[in-house]
């Protein structure tokens, strides 16, 4: 899957605070994401955010 900094991602499920996107601040093995409802910030492994994104949105603007 082609996420990189910058995307928004979409989740099936919501964080606890009820919003379900994500900035990404860091992809590699793990990625590094922060909500954008409570603007908390979570690592989590490559394998378990692939399997939990619903949408990718991208910002266009180049």
Do not use: S
Request: proline residues 5%; contains cysteine; hydrophobic residues 35%.
């Amino acid at each position: 899957m082609d996420v990189q900094v910058g995307d928004i991602l979409q989740t099936k499920k919501p964080h606890p605070c009820g919003a379900n996107q994500f900035d990404v601040l860091r992809v590699g093995m793990d990625f590094k994401i922060r909500c954008r409802g409570c603007g908390h910030e979570i690592m989590l492994p490559r394998a378990k955010i692939e399997r939990n994104i619903k949408k990718i949105l991208r910002d266009t603007r180049q």
